[in-house]
């Protein structure tokens, strides 16, 4: 029986790990996990999609094509060197083990040839499975010689198939002995890349669906994404083309990117396709603290208690606390609780942490110090994110805008602050200043 299957890494209950924030959770132990999951589609039922499952411009939708859970992927070390490892390393689609096949992919089939030819460029030779990092667990045998970067010294004189020097070794292993064999497809027909299926020529029907399937919020976002874009675009004429193409897609969005654009309104209508999918939008992600980044933003005299017990609460959770002042080296509070400094306002930007918690507090240069605490918080604001206010940094608010503390948790007289401003950092986002 022949199984199409798409892998994908799915978020462990535990939350998201980003890029950006891998190297320290490895580091403080706390290891981020991935759930591996499979979509499987049966042999017969190939065809019975109204979406061509080879076309890689179409995605399987999880509610007509179930994600099974096959295992766990946990990253619990980094590399030791990373020429070695990172470098080096080469994935190659053409290096099969048993019980794997290609599919009629037409992207994976040039892939096959593409990828190991820009390894051979990259390393320059074809002893790229000598280097450690490329290594097969399983030790093979081959008969390629020679050539720079050769790590093995072979010192016999064979190295062809069909000898009689050394009994016709080494050669190909059989599928009974473990070695690789293709899956016996039945073809019937003609057998033609150059006549895919009609699905290919639907172009709109599964951008319809995920358009359908964004919240409002993340529908701004990508009109405000494709308008980026396209206003650079010189020429009026393809301006309006484009507008034309989205028309197809949703012609309410497509009106609104033609305003943007300076163009006239598309004249057509999108496709008349209603379904959704819940597995689209982020949304419906499950939110979590673990491994978000809060800046501190801190100077001396802080009130000790609080901030520690603020700190206590979100570390908790698995949140990264970056202590941010002016210098490197200790602030301390009243009381004489010493924090190090791990970033300054010279080396970090607000825009790398996904939320703040402004204490403020004593410096030698009080004006520079207070106008790089405000130029924090006024970007924080401005993409939405959660901001946690201490007792002495009520003074960093305007007037004006305690009305619009919306995702601006106060520590002033509020006994539950640390359990509220962790809740924010759950929530990520508040849409609702918009």
Partial sequence: MKMFIFIENRQHSIGSVFRKNII????????????????????EDATNYDFDILDDTKFWPEEVVPVETIGKMTLNRLMDNFFAEEEQSAFDPSSLVPGIDFTNDPVLQGRIFAYRDTKLYRQNSANI???????????????????YQKHPIDTDPVHFHKNSLQENTPREASEEEGGFGHYPEKVEGHKSSEVPSDSFEDYFSQPRMFWNSLTTVEQKDLLETLTFHLQKVKSKSVREQNVNMWVNVDKDMATALAENLGVEPPTGSHVPVTESSEAISLANTQPSAFTKKVAVLIGNDFNDEEVEKTLSALKEEGAFVHIVSDQLGEVKGTNGTALQVTDTFLTTHPTLFDSLYVVGGISKNQQKFDDQV??????????????GIATTGAKYLAKQDQEKLVGVVLAEGNSGFEEEFVAAVVKGRFWERQ
């Fill in 129 to 147: 499975n000598d280097i450690p990092v490329n290594r097969p667990i399983n030790e093979r045998n081959q008969n390629t010689r020679n050539s």
């Fill in 374 to 387: 405000q130029e924090f918080i006024n970007m924080q604001y401005k993409y939405f994110k959660p901001i």
């Fill in 24 to 43: 320290q959770a490895v580091q403080t132990g706390a290891y981020p996990e991935y759930e591996l999951g499979v979509q499987l589609i049966e042999e």
